[in-house]
């Protein structure tokens, strides 16, 4: 009875697979490859090229069958695919009106039926340009001004983010996306890939989620997942934009973070001797940089208005909330004489006042 039940469903296969086949254009060798294994998103899109993944993961530039349009697939193996389409549901429809710029928009979610090739999840996603990544590749280290716009949106659009409870965990110049309005405007940072992303009431309960040469100190020797772990991430995304290199090259990151907690407490900021600081000119900038990147996640900046934990000097604590003020009306700038005295660096943020 259960070998005869399979050989219809075997023969039920067959039947829609050349169904398909018979009623649809193919025009790419993709579509040809994938119809069997996708034949859910094959039929409403037409399939370009790969364009990027990696893990469980797989992006592809397509074209919407019905009217041409153009957007990026990203094919995900196994349940996180539903996971993270949830997530980025959500937040579309929280931050409609307020920083949704900020996010790679979410058009769909396509949901192939279990077979052979096990769970798989389409996530239909905005097309952008470029990522970070392929922008510091290109260019080498960007200058001040670029670093300083592209910090000033990542940090309004993770606030927004940890404001609907979630932890991003894998911030790093791979997963913040450029997208360029129209030509000869500045383009608009996004954060892309929410797949190691997690609740902050249900966060990983393992150590090493995310990308190793980004990930906060207590992330990998605690398994702690919390909103300073993004701060860490985006202090050391600045230390790639401005120095054009990973912040621990050739290093044994887990070694170095290990030997500066065993130090005096005055010392243990001492990852910070294994980074290139002469390739950033700006000491306000470095300031940034470590004060993102305090080994204790109790002393790092936060993206809130009130500053947790131990009290820094309240000039560090301005200076940050100066970058996070522009355009917020919430929160206040810092007196005059602390913002003449924000030269190279925050001097730039002037062009988006």
């Known amino acids: 009875m259960v070998k005869r039940e399979r050989e219809r469903e075997h023969s039920l296969d067959n039947y829609m697979h050349k169904k398909l086949r018979q009623g649809m254009d193919y025009h790419t060798v993709l579509d040809e490859k994938l119809c069997e294994e996708h034949p859910a998103l094959v039929e409403k899109y037409k399939l370009e090229k790969s364009i990027g993944g990696g893990g469980q993961s797989t992006v592809y530039k397509a074209f919407r069958r019905s009217d041409g349009k153009v957007f990026a697939i990203k094919t995900v193996h196994g349940p996180d695919g539903l996971f993270e389409a949830r997530l980025m549901a959500m937040l579309e429809v929280s931050l409609k009106g307020l920083d949704e710029q900020g996010l790679v928009h979410f058009e769909q979610l396509i949901r192939e039926e279990p077979n052979q090739y096990g769970e798989v999840y389409h996530l239909v996603l905005e097309l952008c340009n470029c990522s970070l990544h392929d922008r510091i590749k290109y260019k080498g280290q960007l200058d001040e001004e670029e670093s300083a716009k592209i910090v000033i949106a990542l940090a309004k659009t993770l606030k927004r983010v940890h404001d609907n409870e979630i932890i991003h965990c894998d911030l790093k110049p791979a997963n913040v996306l450029l997208k360029y309005p129209r030509p000869g405007m500045f383009y608009v940072p996004k954060v892309s890939d929410f797949g190691m992303a997690c609740w902050m009431e249900d966060p990983w309960n393992e150590c090493g989620a995310g990308t190793w040469d980004y990930m906060s100190p207590e992330a990998m020797l605690d398994g702690c997942y919390i909103t300073a772990s993004d701060v860490w991430g985006l202090g050391m995304l600045l230390y790639t934009c401005l120095t054009a290199i990973c912040p621990f090259p050739n290093m044994d990151v887990e070694v170095v973070f290990k030997n500066a907690r065993k130090r005096d407490r005055s010392l243990r900021n001492l990852?910070?001797?294994?980074?290139?600081?002469?390739?950033?000119?700006?000491?306000?900038?470095?300031?940034?940089?470590?004060?993102?990147?305090?080994l204790d996640p109790g002393r790092r900046f936060t993206l809130e208005k009130d500053q947790a934990g131990p009290p820094l000097p309240l000039k560090r604590r301005?200076?940050?909330?100066?970058?996070?003020?522009?355009?917020?009306?919430?929160?206040?700038?810092?007196?005059?004489?602390?913002?003449?005295?924000?030269?190279?660096?925050?001097?730039?943020?002037?062009?988006?006042?």
């Open 271 to 294: 990852h910070h001797n294994s980074m290139d600081w002469d390739s950033i000119p700006s000491l306000s900038a470095r300031q940034l940089i470590q004060g993102m990147t305090e």
């Open 318 to 353: 301005e200076l940050f909330c100066f970058i996070l003020a522009i355009g917020d009306e919430a929160w206040a700038a810092p007196d005059a004489s602390i913002q003449q005295s924000l030269q190279g660096f925050w001097s730039t943020t002037s062009l988006l006042l």
